[in-house]
């Protein structure tokens, strides 16, 4: 097969996709460079603050559910208060 025969959409799927794994590896590049530059204080470690994180999700996502996804609190409406 040679060149001429090539399909156009072939192409531009090769190179929409080499783009997409250029974007990929440049993002794992960043954060790779980012982790190494972190410092923590001695005795926390990656692995604690990924625990702490997901628990706080979870009471994020508990809380929403209970009390909707508003974005600002009832108590911050001052329709009730009279100045």
């Known amino acids: 097969m ?5 399909d156009h959409q072939d192409y ?5 996709r080499h783009a997409e794994l250029l974007c990929m590896s440049e993002t794992v590049y960043l954060i790779d460079q980012a982790r190494q530059n972190r410092k923590l204080p001695k ?6 603050l ?5 628990h706080l999700i979870a009471w994020g996502e508990q809380l929403q559910e209970r009390y909707g996804n508003n974005n600002e609190a009832s108590y911050l409406d001052s329709s009730h208060v009279s100045w």
């Open 12 to 16: 531009y799927y090769h190179k929409a």
């Open 50 to 54: 990924a625990w702490i994180g997901q």
């Open 2 to 6: 040679s060149i001429d025969h090539v």
């Open 43 to 48: 005795g926390i470690s990656f692995r604690v």
